[in-house]
């Protein structure tokens, strides 16, 4: 049973950084692609940061672009999300998803394992 669990998250201010961890357990998850999704209130879960199996290649929503950085480390089981002149739209729940591929995806339904989520809040 895989397990992800997502910590890092936080209250900051706009303009600020946090780093989101996501540590996988259960199995390795090193031949998988993992993503960072999100969620605010009374939004649909939308696609934020994508890694491929490896680690090089990588894919952000337009939302990200420029701001986040999403990176792995297989050894540690573990990926991780660096956010960046946060502002206050990227208020929501952040969650950790593993694939089933090894490629880059960005649909939800592509992604088996989920994490529970991390509460990310972006004060003007």
């Known amino acids: 049973q895989v397990q992800l669990v997502e910590s890092g998250g936080g209250l900051v201010q706009a303009g600020g950084s946090l780093r989101l961890s996501c540590a996988a357990s259960g199995r390795s998850l090193s031949s998988n692609a993992m993503g960072w999704f999100r969620q605010a209130p009374g939004k649909e879960r939308e696609f934020v940061a994508a890694?491929?199996?490896?680690?090089?290649?990588?894919y952000y929503a337009d939302s990200a672009k420029g701001r986040f950085t999403i990176s792995r480390d297989n050894a540690k089981n573990t990926v991780y999300l660096q956010m960046n002149s946060l502002k206050p739209e990227d208020t929501a729940v952040y969650y950790c998803?593993?694939?089933?591929?090894?490629?880059?995806?960005?649909?939800?339904?592509?992604?088996?394992?989920w994490g529970q989520g991390t509460q990310v809040t972006v004060s003007s």
């Open positions: 998803s593993a694939a089933l591929a090894r490629v880059i995806v960005t649909t939800k339904a592509a992604y088996k394992y």
């Open positions: 890694i491929n199996w490896s680690g090089e290649n990588t």
